[in-house]
């Protein structure tokens, strides 16, 4: 079946330094790459997401880039804060809108 | 708030049991998903409808099903409940329910079973 994996699964990055979260994908008629961000006890929430004929998108201190001949695409976070400190899961859309989300990053910005 | 609502909050039941979780989607959305999340776990998707028909189908167990209403609201009906049934069930609803469509995620119901 399709497989979707994320790494690292764990990251700690100092305040105002800046983390990455790589996400590696098996279906090739993947054309749609969202990031979604979960709080503790939260819902999860769009918070970038990018289309398959766009290699890179970036909204203020977040952005996303896209390789689709290696087949992964990443979440960068730059200036990091506080409140970035949350659960990020990747889950790109395939072949008939299945979608599979990726196990998740614990990513904990130190003070 | 994302304007999508699940109901109910929390769940208590036994094993052997049957629940119904019920979503109403936002305005506007035609397309209902579901997704299982256990503790310490990725979102599992289960399944999704788009205006009433079924459109794409994860790993649903045979002991749950759902459906979608005219009124586009969705229940997931879970039966013969098992201990690692216990999760968190979040629905999700967008405008068309393909390709680059965003998910809105509801609140969540948190089941327990004892």
């Known amino acids: 079946g399709e497989n979707v994996e994320q790494h690292p699964s764990t990251l700690s990055v100092q305040e105002g330094d800046s983390a990455v979260i790589k996400c590696t994908y098996s279906d090739s008629a993947s054309n749609y790459f969202p990031w979604y961000k979960q709080e503790l006890g939260k819902r999860p929430q769009l918070i970038i997401d990018i289309r398959s004929n766009v290699g890179e998108k970036k909204d203020q201190r977040i952005a996303v880039t896209l390789n689709k001949t290696a087949k992964h695409f990443s979440l960068h976070i730059t200036e990091t804060q506080p409140e970035d400190s949350a659960v990020y899961f990747c889950?790109?859309?395939?072949?008939?809108?299945?979608?599979?989300f990726g196990k998740g990053t614990r990513l904990h910005i130190l003070p | 708030d994302s304007g999508v609502t699940q109901t109910p909050k929390h769940l208590i039941t036994a094993t052997g049991q049957r629940v119904t979780l019920r979503c109403s989607p936002r305005s506007g959305d035609l397309s209902v998903y579901w997704y299982q999340q256990s503790l310490d776990q990725g979102l599992q998707f289960l399944i999704q409808?788009?205006?009433?028909?079924?459109?794409a189908k994860g790993n649903i167990l045979e002991r749950f099903s759902a459906q979608q209403f005219p009124d586009l609201h969705s229940e997931l009906n879970l039966s013969s409940l098992e201990l690692g049934d216990s999760a968190l069930y979040f629905c999700?609803?967008?405008?068309?329910?393909?390709?680059?469509?965003?998910?809105?995620f509801g609140p969540g119901t948190r089941l327990t079973v004892l």
């Open positions: 409808y788009y205006n009433g028909e079924e459109r």
């Open positions: 889950a790109p859309r395939g072949r008939d809108d299945k979608i599979i």
């Open positions: 999700a609803s967008s405008i068309i329910g393909q390709g680059a469509d965003t998910q809105y």
